[in-house]
């Protein structure tokens, strides 16, 4: 899964301020699919990108937060106005294109502080 | 709602011996199962996986089974060794969906 690169590793933000979170894929891979881990919890899916499209987003709450993946560069998981709620470990994973979710390969995660 | 549950948060078994992992569900429209291991600090990397359509599968040290009737699936490590202590996660899939469900996760210690 050291294919899959997220940056920051970690990223501590003060209560209003905004957070971006960026994930690029395997190289080949055009899927892109954000988790996130609250504290003691299990991952919760969050959305899942093709280049350029958004094709599920059912998991990301209504407000605050979004996210792209562009034609070129990484992919941006966005949390505006941050809360401490939003504290956790926001993982990527990516799968090529064709490929389903089980063919996914995930990247280190960021860990996001809200203080 | 938690459709993927793995019960027992830890578990702790001496090396060498089997170590066994459980995880129930609650959704009839999961086709797909897989475990991930996470060390600390790391993302979840892909074990083994089970399809709806057999009861068992093997790689290695590593077995799962499933059993459908009774939405339940266990992970047998045997024999268990100190490098296999993480956090071990359960996840399901639909047939129509994509989405991974996770469970909570069980952290086992294997101890010398």
């Known amino acids: 899964n050291a294919g899959v690169m997220q940056n920051p590793r970690h990223l501590v933000r003060r209560r209003g301020q905004e957070a971006r979170l960026r994930c690029s894929p395997m190289?080949?891979?055009?899927?892109v699919y954000w988790y996130r881990q609250l504290p003691e919890e299990g991952l919760k899916f969050m959305v899942y990108l093709q280049k350029e499209n958004i094709i599920d987003e059912s998991g990301m709450p209504k407000e605050r937060f979004s996210a792209e993946f562009p034609k070129e560069g990484p992919s941006i998981l966005r949390i505006q106005q941050v809360v401490r709620g939003d504290s956790a470990a926001y993982f990527c994973a990516s799968s090529p294109p064709l490929g389903m979710n089980t063919e996914a390969f995930f990247g280190q995660g960021t860990r996001l502080t809200v203080v | 709602d938690q459709q993927v549950k793995q019960n027992s948060p830890s578990l702790s078994v001496q090396e060498g011996r089997i170590s066994i992992l459980n995880c129930d569900y609650t959704?009839?429209?999961?086709?797909?199962f897989l475990w991930y291991k996470k060390y600390p600090a790391e993302g979840p990397t892909f074990l083994i996986s089970?399809?709806?359509?057999?009861d068992k599968n093997e790689d290695g040290r590593f077995t799962v089974f499933l059993n459908k009737s009774a939405k339940h699936l266990s992970l047998h490590i045997v024999p268990s060794q100190p490098g296999d202590s993480a956090v071990y996660f359960c996840a399901a899939l639909s047939n129509s969906g994509y989405a991974l469900n996770f469970g909570k996760g069980t952290s086992l210690l294997v101890t010398p």
């Open positions: 089970i399809s709806s359509i057999k």
């Open positions: 190289k080949g891979h055009s899927h």
């Open positions: 959704n009839s429209m999961f086709d797909y």
